[in-house]
């Protein structure tokens, strides 16, 4: 049994509360034929023996989730296998013989972009008969959060909604996405990566449709050096904001914005949920978000294969080629309605000067989201007869002593993991249930009480 990480931990709980396809990493290998399947069998088998991650499934115990070995392995078969994957029973990856087509798709719980690179050169050569050198152990990353902390605590606002041609991108659920692909040229620019370039170009773009203050996620590796060679979710989701003014060269936004993610990429090691009190776990930190990765030399594999899903509004998968650039925008068909307008104008600012000015306009107000009902947190406890059992099971998660009804949970240090416990020793001492999102909008132990009670 192995402890989770808090990226996995995240995924889990989103798992858990519905996450179509969003979370799976499919690619796809294509053989010289005839393939030999019996050295493929040996081959996958050897993969997982290599990489035990692969095999593993998720057990939970008095809200806790840890890694314990599947059921079953995982296997070399004829069809493909759909639907989602049952984390509780694993395995958490599949291989799918077709034809001279190996279709690969693993849970982002286990794996990561680079993890793709790395099953890929690994399968290859035991296809081959290679024998792999062992891997150096495995050791957790996760660096103290006090610095991450007051970093963020200057930096961070809760991401808004994102005003686009014909819509307004809310979603940070996952959801069954649409998919648009295409390639990218970006500029040669003296002091900036092609990442930052292209980054600073979604956010001219965005800046452009009227949102005065553009954040987009990103996705960063965490990989540490001891970590290369191994497959896992060594992959943290971040913030970029940016403020652009209208006159602004693109070039000199660019670089502004290129010193922001430097200083970014210094917390990559410290989960936000980590650094950020209160952070209610989202299946997308935003509405949109940015992902790059060098690698995909190898042209008989599918890299950016589809999974039919979304987290989030707009992802903008990146794939830094040999050859070039290729993009995949991943998109809610129900909040963009024209994905072509903006590969369109994001294609434009990487085709123009480096001169070029920002355009900003003022974006029309969109309609204000719903507000909650009153949940009762102001409900007045004493006396209640739940209230002695949630604040004893509040106090032994927590390890604090007293907790008052109002003490507000996330100023006691508690964060999502802990929340997970607490639910679960309610349900099992109490019998009563509370969701995850109840929870964090009532996070007290009256708050709670008065979710249970409406």
């Known amino acids: 049994m192995t402890e989770v990480s808090p990226a996995q931990h995240g995924i889990w709980i989103n798992e858990r509360a519905g996450a179509w396809s969003a979370y799976h990493m499919p690619l796809v290998i294509r053989f010289e034929a005839p393939v030999d399947e019996g050295a493929l069998t040996k081959a996958v088998a050897a993969l997982v023996e290599r990489h035990p991650l692969l095999g593993a499934a998720f057990e939970e115990r008095d809200g806790l989730p840890s890694l314990v070995p599947a059921a079953e392995p995982p296997y070399l078969a004829r069809e493909e296998v759909k639907g989602p994957f049952d984390l509780a029973k694993g395995p958490l990856v599949r291989f799918a013989l077709q034809g001279d087509e190996l279709r690969v798709e693993a849970h982002h719980a286990v794996f990561d972009g680079q993890s793709k690179e790395v099953l890929v050169a690994d399968l290859l050569a035991l296809y081959r008969g290679e024998v792999l050198p062992p891997l150096p152990p495995l050791a957790p990353s996760e660096a103290p959060a006090e610095e991450a902390r007051a970093f963020w605590a200057s930096r961070w606002r809760a991401p808004e909604e994102v ?27 003296e002091g900036l990566t092609r990442f930052e370039v292209v980054l600073a170009a979604v956010h001219a773009v965005l800046a452009s449709y009227g949102n005065a203050a553009p954040v987009t996620a990103i996705d960063l590796s965490t990989r540490t050096p001891g970590q290369e060679g191994h497959i896992g979710p060594f992959v943290t989701e971040l913030p970029v904001f940016s403020a652009p003014e209208h006159g602004t060269p693109f070039g000199r936004f660019a670089l502004a914005l290129r010193a922001e993610l430097r200083e970014v990429y210094r917390h990559r090691q410290v989960p936000l949920a980590r650094a950020i009190p209160g952070l209610r776990p989202h299946a997308a930190l935003a509405p949109v978000s940015v992902s790059y990765r060098r690698g995909g030399h190898d042209d008989r594999v599918e890299w950016l294969a589809f999974n039919q899903a979304v ?53 029309p107000q969109p309609a204000p989201a719903p507000v909650a009902a009153d949940s009762g947190q102001e409900r007045r406890v004493e006396g209640d007869p739940l209230l002695a059992g949630i604040t004893a099971i509040w106090e032994e998660v927590l390890q604090l002593s007293p907790i008052e009804p109002y003490d507000d949970i996330f100023d006691l240090g508690g964060h ?39």
Do not use: C, Y
């Open 416 to 454: 999502s993991l802990t929340i997970t416990q607490i639910i679960a020793r309610m349900r099992k001492r109490l019998d009563v249930e509370v969701e995850l999102d109840d929870f964090f909008d009532n996070p007290t132990i009256a708050g709670v009480i008065g979710v249970i009670r409406r």
């Open 163 to 189: 005003v686009v041609p014909g819509g307004v991108l809310r979603s940070r659920r996952a959801s069954p996405g649409r998919v648009l692909e295409f390639s990218l040229d970006v500029p040669e620019a």
């Open 311 to 363: 987290r989030g509004a707009l992802q903008l998968q990146l794939l830094d080629r040999p050859s070039g650039l290729v993009a995949s925008l991943r998109h809610d068909p129900d909040e963009l309605p024209d994905p072509g307008r903006v590969v369109a104008d994001l294609r434009s600012w990487l085709s123009g000067d480096l001169s070029r000015p920002l355009s900003t306009t003022q974006a």
